[in-house]
């Protein structure tokens, strides 16, 4: 089956850095998803980016299909965006989802 | 409009025995979605059902199984409860036939002793 990786798994940054997270992908897929999980538990979609580029406020996704990746960037961190992301691809009717990336902002 | 919401919130349970886990979807939404997520991994895919029909089914023994209603809430049983079990378990909507642009509920923590 497809492998989704996705790295750093782990991230502390300063409030106010930014930050890249990537996944990786070993097949074509029909679809890609970027999801936030917060301290919670609460799952929330934040992009579905098949191709191109997205934007919504601070945080922004790439998604090559060609090379298999896509690129989560956050600009200037707040403690609000500490949680999991994980990266979710979808292929004939199913959907794989990543380890995450677990990413700490501190004050 | 309401969330996707899901009950119980937390439920314990012994091995061997079975659960039912409950899912409401958002009002219009007609697809559900059932995800495992063990401590420390990403959600695990077991099902999907659109208009009362399973369309896509993930790697998880029979013991699993779900069902969806006329109003389009949704339960998922499991059956013969192992200790491995234990893990919240997440549904999620959307309006189309689809695993994308998911909706997900808060879960709920199964813990098997």
């Known amino acids: 089956g497809i492998q989704v990786e996705q790295s750093p798994p782990d991230l502390i940054l300063q409030e106010g850095a930014n930050s890249t997270l990537r996944c990786n992908f070993s097949?074509?897929?029909?679809?890609l998803q970027w999801f936030h999980q917060n301290p919670w538990g609460q799952l929330i979609n934040l992009f579905y980016i098949p191709s191109g580029t997205k934007q919504n406020g601070r945080l922004s996704a790439t998604t090559v299909a060609t090379e298999r990746y896509s690129l989560l960037y956050i600009s200037s961190s707040q403690t609000t965006d500490s949680g999991v992301y994980f990266c979710?691809?979808?292929?004939?009717?199913?959907?794989?989802f990543g380890k995450g990336t677990r990413l700490h902002i501190l004050p | 409009d309401a969330g996707v919401t899901q009950s119980p919130t937390h439920l314990i349970k012994t091995r061997g025995q079975q659960v039912t886990l409950r899912c409401s979807p958002i009002s219009g939404h007609k697809s559900v979605s059932w995800y495992q997520q063990v401590l420390g991994q990403g959600p695990q895919f077991i099902f999907q059902y659109y208009e009362k029909e399973e369309r896509g089914r993930g790697n998880f023994p029979d013991r699993f199984s779900a069902r969806q209603f006329p109003n389009y809430s949704s339960e998922l049983n499991v059956n013969a409860l192992l200790l491995g079990d234990s893990a919240l378990y997440l549904c999620?909507?959307?309006?189309?036939?689809?695993?994308?642009?998911?909706?997900f509920g808060p879960g709920t923590r199964l813990t098997v002793t």
């Open positions: 999620a909507s959307s309006l189309a036939d689809s695993l994308y642009e998911q909706y």
């Open positions: 979710a691809v979808n292929r004939d009717d199913k959907i794989i």
């Open positions: 097949d074509s897929v029909n679809n």
